[in-house]
């Protein structure tokens, strides 16, 4: 008898088990929360964040530029022009955590990259950081970068390695506001590497005592931005506004006004301060009289944006800032010793242009020398921001003479209510054999002394 082959019911149905596991584990594969077209689907909704991100970034330039945010930059090269808006730095974005949600309602956190800056070429192949509401001058990274607040300084002196301090002075030496070239506030770009931020011995008095560390907060942005800004000329006052009126004397001809101020009037305290913020431009009166306070107060009054802000300049930053504008590498010979500044040097300035306020200053040839002559008097003189080319290097006015400089580092602790802070930059009445411009002085806290002021500097955020 002959056996027929052929599948049997229970094979049959083995298979079709079989076979929707199978199909089971494909659907599963494909649709399930770990699955393939889940994966997919997530891997589109990250990069639609990407894009999202770069759209971002380029309506950044679109809205506080004023340039296409679909537009190319490109990168900078020796060739570029200099105030061209290039390529931005990787590093100079900000990553920050941004949540997205899947339509299966998983929550994945990638990264959100934002910038607070966008970048320039000085026209010599560097870029340099500009911060939003801030716009390129002119100046090379090697001569000094010059930014301004200000869009109608936008370019001005843009290729040029020197920057005019570009104020107009009227007949009595003050600033001629509407006729000067530059109208904002103006901050100078400093390279520096973070290896290189430290505080620095230029071998003087006070250099190894006091102020030796260095905040390791004020490395962040110089590690991320290979530099820093600070104010272009020391403080200024033409914005501020003071309880009562105060006296200054007339150097020529000896009569007072109380259109400035006097020399032993503390008025800049902060009592006496009733409203406005310091400025760094050209040919202002210089802030003096500021206790240590006041100049803390008044430096972080001054700019508070979304991308920046401003503060007191710190010790590390003005030893940096040596380093850049010192002419001698090897041993600062010309910050030790060179009588370079405004200081009380036995030599006859003449106050012509750039005049400031002054207590007693010889009418006959403008001495501001710390000699009692006939008439007994001393005569000191106090002398506008960037009152000549004299108190300039890289393209920073003040740095050396006029005030001594409030820096935030405590240098020790006289007792429990007075805190002694590091002064910077020599005066108007130092020697400048005993207070060079990289010489470390230093004042009680609550010590509004007539030749104290202040130089702001801008934190990028």
Same mark, same amino acid.
């Given at each position: ?13 083995? $298979? ?28 589109k909704?990250? $990069? ?6 770069e759209?971002?970034?380029?309506k ?8 296409e945010?679909?537009t =190319?930059?490109?990168d ?44 320039i ?26 930014? @301004? ?43 520096? =590497? ?38 272009r ?7 501020? $506004? ?16 109380s ?11 902060? @009592? ?6 310091? $400025? ?38 003005? #030893? ?88 935030q ?15 910077r930059?020599?005066?108007?009445? #130092? ?29 990028i955020?």
């Amino acid at each position: 008898m002959n056996k027929q082959k052929g599948i049997t019911l229970i094979a049959l149905v083995i $298979t079709i088990i079989v076979l929707l596991i199978l199909a089971g584990v494909s659907i599963a594969t494909l649709t399930g929360e770990n699955g393939i077209l889940k994966k997919a689907q997530l891997a589109k909704e990250i $990069t639609d964040q990407k894009q999202e991100e770069e759209n971002a970034i380029l309506k950044q330039y679109e809205d506080l530029l004023g340039i296409e945010g679909n537009t =190319e930059l490109p990168d900078n090269t020796e060739t570029t022009e200099a105030g061209t808006i290039v390529k931005l730095p990787n590093k100079w974005l900000t990553t920050i955590p941004d949540e997205v949600s899947t339509d299966n309602g998983n929550i994945v956190i990638p990264s959100k990259k934002i910038a607070n800056v966008y970048a320039i070429s000085d026209g010599a192949g560097n870029t340099v950081p500009v911060p939003y509401g801030f716009y390129y001058v002119g100046g090379k990274v090697e001569s000094g970068v010059v930014i @301004s607040d200000n869009a109608t300084d936008k370019n001005k002196f843009k290729g040029q390695e020197d920057v005019p301090a570009g104020a107009s002075y009227n007949n009595d030496g003050t600033v001629n506001q509407e006729n000067s070239e530059l109208k904002g506030n103006q901050f100078v770009w400093i390279p520096c =590497e973070a290896k290189d931020y430290a505080k620095f011995n230029f071998g003087l008095q006070n250099a190894t005592v006091w102020d030796t560390s260095t905040n390791t907060g004020e490395k962040i942005p110089i590690k991320k931005y290979s530099g820093f800004y600070v104010g272009r000329y020391e403080a200024g006052t033409s914005e501020v $506004t003071l309880s009562g009126n105060v006296k200054w004397e007339n150097a020529s001809t000896g009569s007072s006004d109380s259109q400035g101020w006097g020399w032993q009037n503390e008025s800049f305290v902060s @009592s006496k301060v009733t409203e406005g913020k310091i $400025t760094s431009k050209a040919g202002e009166i210089p802030y003096y009289h500021a206790d240590y306070t006041t100049a803390i107060e008044m430096s972080e009054n001054m700019i508070n944006t979304d991308y920046v802000q401003s503060g007191l300049i710190t010790g590390t930053m003005w #030893d940096a800032m040596m380093k850049f504008i010192a002419t001698d590498k090897s041993n600062y010979s010309d910050l030790k010793s060179s009588n370079w500044g405004n200081y009380n040097n036995n030599t006859v300035i003449t106050y012509t242009a750039g005049r400031g306020r002054y207590l007693t200053v010889n009418s006959s040839n403008g001495s501001t020398s710390n000699v009692a002559v006939s008439d007994n008097s001393y005569h000191y003189g106090i002398r506008t921001t960037a009152s000549s080319e004299e108190v300039k290097r890289k393209n920073l006015y003040d740095v050396a003479g006029n005030m001594w400089e409030w820096t935030q580092e405590t240098a020790y602790l006289m007792n429990d209510s007075n805190l002694i802070y590091n002064l910077r930059g020599g005066s108007f009445n #130092d020697v400048y054999t005993g207070g060079p411009v990289c010489y470390r002085a230093y004042g009680r806290a609550n010590l509004a002394a007539t030749n104290y002021g202040i130089r702001p500097a801008l934190f990028i955020k």
